[in-house]
């Protein structure tokens, strides 16, 4: 943290280096789609290891040149960005400052991102909300539409639901998901339908519907949207962007219950999404041993890995296991680097042994404007060509190793 740019940045190279470094396992410019339960590019089956940087909306061309560069050294496919950012409480610049207004000059950074993974041959995924209030989400649009606010998170919220069901809200959305789809790129000349850089657009990030945990009401929320998405884009993906919980009543076990009115079966196998995607952070969600004793972190994540790619393959979709995370906690379930990398590595090899269609780690940061990184906010990062000692090369040379092995 703090260290000038120096010798080994991936910043002082080329930009025609940085795409040489992992040329050979990233796409060139053809649409991503889906052929008989798997990603195809350019005619051949496509299974790509990438990353989620969710902040390139909204920073500098500096930045975003810092984290792609980045990500096409380590030989990464597809990263996961934001495309969202909803009133000025919660956003430095936002996209849609009031209902159905939009800021052109506030689009700079994500029509430069868009440019930027272009040149590097780098896919994007763009969710189009946040079930959490960072950069507003969905309790911004309950706030401008209903008046109700809260001082809680997301979905601990009394009011979050109604951005599922209330008509003003709904059309809302749709209106802002059409402006991004619809807009022309300043940089590129195209329109972002128009762009095969945009591998997919996703409904949000982690929808989850508390109220209705039946997850009725969160799957007609997904028909009703992505079959919107789908006409405004039909040559590109579209994902519900759902941590993948099983929604299974009665079920003790926190991620495979009903808790979160989430159905990923049901989701996963709407007719206007094309992939399912679903998420891991054991720690989080209570499955460790100070939690749970005699639970093993890494043995808890390589079932949930294993279950939902196999229950993919009955879908007939490909699945992404498009964030995960571990925390070093210096106890007893994570107590190192060593230990994180271990875990990092016996869950990729799942991935890829099982013939998942991808892996998205949470999640890449690079430098900011004055040359240190970028802080490490909920203990996921990772960094590439950090000169600090106390980093996570060790953590990246796996990941990266990884993204090759997945694109042979």
């Given at each position: ?31 991503v ?46 990263v ?8 000025a ?22 029509d ?14 763009l ?5 959490w209030?960072?950069?507003g989400?969905m ?16 979905a ?17 959305y749709?209106a802002?998901?059409?402006?991004v ?10 329109r972002?339908?128009?762009?095969p ?24 929320w ?10 405004l884009a ?8 759902d ?17 979160d009115?989430?159905?990923w ?19 989080g ?15 808890w994540?390589e ?9 993919a393959?009955?879908?007939?979709k ?5 964030e ?52 490490d ?5 990772i ?20 993204a ?5």
């Amino acid at each position: 943290m703090g260290a000038a740019v120096g010798a080994g940045s991936a910043l002082l190279l080329p930009s025609g280096s940085a795409r040489a470094a992992g040329a050979s396992h990233r796409p060139r410019g053809d649409y991503v789609t889906v052929r008989k339960g798997e990603f195809v590019h350019a005619g051949s089956r496509f299974r790509f290891g990438g990353t989620n940087c969710y902040y390139l909306h909204q920073r500098s061309h500096y930045m975003i040149d810092s984290a792609l560069d980045d990500a096409a050294a380590m030989g990464l496919s597809v990263v996961r960005a934001w495309a969202f950012a909803d009133g000025a409480e919660k956003a430095d610049r936002p996209l849609q400052p009031q209902p159905y207004h939009y800021d052109e000059d506030a689009f700079d950074a994500l029509d430069y991102a868009v440019h930027k993974a272009a040149e590097l041959g780098i896919k994007l995924v763009l969710p189009l909300v946040n079930n959490w209030p960072d950069y507003g989400g969905m309790q911004q649009y309950v706030k401008w539409f209903l008046g109700l606010d809260d001082d809680s998170y997301g979905a601990e919220t009394p009011h979050h639901d109604r951005f599922y069901t209330d008509k003003a809200i709904r059309a809302c959305y749709k209106a802002f998901a059409a402006h991004v789809i619809g807009r022309r790129n300043r940089y590129t000349g195209l329109r972002y339908h128009e762009d095969p850089t945009v591998m997919a657009f996703e409904l949000a990030n982690e929808p989850r519907c508390r109220s209705d945990r039946s997850g009725n009401t969160l799957v007609r929320w997904a028909a009703e949207m992505s079959a919107h998405v789908k006409r405004l884009a039909p040559r590109q993906l579209v994902a519900v962007g759902d941590e993948g919980a099983y929604g299974e009543a009665g079920h003790a076990d926190y991620p495979y219950s009903d808790h979160d009115g989430v159905d990923w079966r049901r989701l996963s196998a709407l007719r206007t999404v094309d992939y399912a995607t679903f998420h891991l952070y054991p720690q989080g969600w209570g499955e460790t041993s100070s939690a749970k004793p005699g639970t093993d972190v890494g043995g808890w994540g390589e079932q949930w890995i294993l279950r939902h790619l196999r229950d993919a393959r009955r879908l007939g979709k490909p699945a992404v296991l498009e964030e995960f995370g571990v925390r070093i906690d210096a106890g007893q379930d994570v107590p190192d680097t060593a230990t994180r990398d271990d875990i990092y590595r016996r869950w990729t090899r799942i991935v890829e042994r099982e013939s998942g269609a991808g892996s998205q780690f949470w999640l890449l940061t690079s430098r900011v404007d004055d040359g240190s990184f970028y802080p490490d906010y909920d203990g996921f990062r990772i960094t590439w060509n950090n000169d600090d000692a106390n980093t996570t090369r060790s953590t990246a040379r796996v990941l990266s190793e990884h993204a090759a092995a997945m694109g042979r």
